[in-house]
């Protein structure tokens, strides 16, 4: 049974520090690995998609990456700002059980202080 | 246009009550979810639609009763909920579902609460 990890759970950080979020998964048979946004209250904004073929993807000031033959993948913020507080999560779509499920992580809460 | 659409945005309803989700995209997506989320935890999904059939149903209790009219629309009616089903209720729409790099786009939610 496919797995995925978000450790730490919640990290607080200055303003204009550059932050690698880290997901981990048991499985390394994924079709693709998705990075969330979610704001208290509100929807996932979906941030960034990798495939199985790929090792990395970006968008802006953030960076993802991904190591399926060790089950990992980094998120990486540059230079963050108070608009990046929200939670992230991580979610890998694979084989197991069924290739429509999403499996998440349960998230990072991010804080980034002015 | 990547955007998935949820009405209502809040929901308040008695144990009683019959009330409905609707959720609707226009990005020719042909696969449609329903997620539930509790506070501080990840989605759990509820139900896959894969042109127009549902195709998943993880378990989901018979007081939840999804529909899809159409290729864009995707409904779940609710009746005599407990309170314990108070919840932010998530439309996502992707592609299709078969295995490739198919992104899911998520709606930004209805929260319900049963009194």
């Known amino acids: 049974k496919q797995e995925v990890t978000q450790i730490p759970a919640a990290l607080s950080v200055p303003e204009g520090e550059n932050l690698v979020l880290n997901c981990s998964f048991t499985d390394s048979a994924i079709y693709n690995l998705q990075w969330f946004r979610q704001d208290p209250g509100k929807g996932l904004t979906s941030l960034l998609l990798?495939?199985?073929?790929?090792r990395e993807q970006t968008s802006g000031r953030l960076n993802a990456s991904l190591d399926k033959s060790s089950g990992r993948s980094t998120l990486y913020i540059a230079a963050s700002q108070p608009g990046d507080s929200a939670t992230y999560l991580c979610?890998?779509?694979?084989?197991?059980?069924?290739?429509?499920?999403?499996?998440f992580g349960k998230g990072m809460k991010l804080t980034v202080n002015p | 246009d990547t955007e998935v659409t949820q009405t209502p945005k809040h929901l308040v309803m008695g144990m009683t009550n019959k009330k409905s989700l609707k959720c609707e995209q226009h990005m020719g997506h042909r696969a449609m979810y329903w997620y539930k989320q509790k506070a501080k935890k990840p989605p759990e999904l509820m139900f896959v639609?894969?042109?127009?059939?549902?195709?998943i149903n993880e378990s989901v209790p018979s007081r939840f009763s999804p529909e899809c009219p159409n290729s864009s629309l995707l409904n779940l009616h609710l009746h005599a909920l407990q309170p314990e089903d108070s919840a932010l209720y998530l439309c996502?729409?992707?592609?299709?579902?078969?295995?490739?790099?198919?992104?899911?786009?998520f709606g930004p939610g209805t929260r319900l609460t049963v009194t």
């Open positions: 979610a890998v779509r694979g084989p197991q059980g069924g290739s429509e499920k999403l499996v």
């Open positions: 996502a729409s992707s592609q299709d579902t078969w295995q490739g790099d198919y992104e899911q786009y």
């Open positions: 639609y894969s042109y127009e059939k549902l195709s």
């Open positions: 990798i495939q199985s073929s790929q």
